[in-house]
C-alpha cells in the first residue's frame, strides 16, 4: 500500500463514527425434497444478528463449528444471499444485489481460511496480487504493477524474489501472507478474516497475528475475526460476539468476556481453552448432549437443552430478550433479565 493510499484513508478516518452497521441479519438456507425438489424446511443459520463495527477495531466472532459464523462473514460480501435485516457500510445499504458499486466490493475484503483454496495454482504471485490492482484500481501499465506488488510483498514482509513464483513453492504461512497482500491490493477499510491462522503452525500464529496486528495500525483497518480459538481473540481482538446456533448469546469487550463471564455457554467455552498457567486454569464444563439442529431448534432459549445451571420456567418458552448489563457488555440470559 502506497503513501498515497495511507493519505486517502487519513482523509476518511474517524475513529468514532462506525463504518460498518448490521442490524437483525437472516441466513436461512431452503431444504429441498421429493421428486421435484421443492423446498420442505430450511435452515435458520443466522438469526437476528445486530453489531456495529468502527475502525481500528477487531471484532471477534466465536463459537462452535455450525453456529454461523461463516455465513455470516458470506453474507456481509454477498457471498450468499441474506434472508433478512438490513447491512450499512457507511451510509450504503449492502443488499442482496449483485450490481452493487464497485468501491463497496473493493472496501471489504476477506481473508479465507485455507490459503491453498484462495490461490490460483497456475498464476504467479505477481498475477495473483496484480489481478485486483488493474480490475479494481485501474493499473494497467506492467512496470508500476510489478512495483505495487512490490511494494504490498514487502508489507506482509515477503521479498522481490517471490514475484515470479508459484503458490505451490510457498509454505502455509508465507501463503496467508499474499492472500493479506492480496486483500491489502484493494485498498479496504474492513477485512474479514475467517479463522486465518487454524491452519498454521503455532509459532507462525503468532507472526500473522503481529502482522495483522501492524497492518491494522498502520492503515486503520476494521477486522472480522472468525476464530473458534479464544485465545487468539483475547490476543488481537478489542470486542467479542459469543455465538451459538446462529444468535449472540453474549457480546462485550476483551475484558466483560473473559474477567466477567455471565452466559453459562461462555464459561463453557473459556473452560475449555488450553491453559499456559497455574492462574488460568479452571475447572472444565463438559457440555451434555447434542448441539440441536438451525433447521428445528428449540423453544424458548435455544442453549436451554445443554444449561447446566438451575432453569427458569421462561427458558424453555420465551426466546431471552437482550439484558444490558453494563454500556458495552449485553447477554441473552433469562437468568439476568428476571433479576431485581
Not at 502482522?211 to 475475526?225: D, M, P, R, S, T
Request: charged content about 25%; glycine content about 6%.
Amino acid at each position: 500500500m502506497t503513501e498515497e493510499v495511507s493519505e486517502n484513508i487519513e482523509e476518511v478516518y474517524d475513529k468514532t463514527k462506525e463504518i460498518m452497521t448490521v442490524e437483525n441479519l437472516q441466513v436461512n438456507y431452503p431444504i429441498l425434497g421429493g421428486i421435484f425438489m421443492r423446498k420442505i424446511g430450511e435452515v435458520r443459520a443466522v438469526r437476528d444478528v445486530s453489531f456495529k463495527l468502527y475502525p481500528e477495531q477487531t471484532l471477534g466472532i466465536v463459537g462452535e463449528s455450525g453456529c454461523g459464523k461463516t455465513t455470516i462473514a458470506k453474507a456481509l460480501l454477498n457471498l450468499v444471499e441474506s434472508s433478512g435485516g438490513e447491512v450499512y457500510y457507511r451510509n450504503t445499504r449492502i443488499d442482496n444485489r449483485l450490481d452493487k458499486e464497485r468501491m463497496i466490493r473493493q472496501k471489504v475484503q476477506m481473508v479465507f481460511q485455507d490459503p491453498d483454496a484462495s490461490l490460483n495454482p497456475r498464476w504467479k504471485i505477481v498475477d495473483i496480487i496484480g489481478e485486483p490492482l488493474r480490475n479494481l484500481r485501474g493499473v494497467k501499465d506492467k512496470t508500476k504493477l510489478r512495483t505495487k506488488v512490490l511494494e504490498l510483498l514487502r508489507l506482509v514482509s515477503l521479498k522481490a524474489e517471490h514475484l515470479d513464483r508459484f503458490p505451490h513453492e510457498f509454505s502455509g504461512g508465507q501463503k496467508q501472507r499474499i492472500v493479506i497482500a492480496r486483500a491489502l491490493a484493494c485498498d479496504p477499510e474492513i477485512i474479514v478474516l475467517d479463522e486465518p491462522t487454524s491452519a498454521l503452525d503455532v509459532s507462525v500464529q503468532a507472526q500473522i497475528l503481529n502482522l495483522l496486528q501492524k497492518i491494522q495500525k498502520e492503515f486503520h483497518l476494521a477486522y472480522i475475526f472468525i476464530t473458534h480459538d479464544l485465545s487468539v481473540i483475547h490476543h488481537i481482538g478489542h470486542r467479542i460476539g459469543v455465538m451459538y446456533l446462529g444468535k449472540f448469546v453474549e457480546t462485550g469487550d476483551i475484558e466483560d468476556i473473559f474477567y466477567n463471564t455471565s452466559h453459562p455457554y461462555t464459561r463453557a467455552l473459556l473452560s475449555a481453552r488450553p491453559a499456559v498457567s497455574e492462574i488460568e486454569k479452571q475447572e472444565k464444563i463438559i457440555l451434555e448432549g447434542e448441539i440441536p439442529s438451525p433447521a428445528n431448534p428449540p423453544n424458548g432459549c435455544s442453549f436451554h437443552p445443554r444449561c447446566q445451571e438451575k432453569m427458569l420456567p421462561e427458558c424453555n418458552k420465551k426466546i431471552p430478550e437482550e439484558t444490558i448489563l453494563t454500556d458495552s457488555h449485553h447477554v441473552w440470559c433469562w437468568k439476568y433479565a428476571n433479576r431485581d
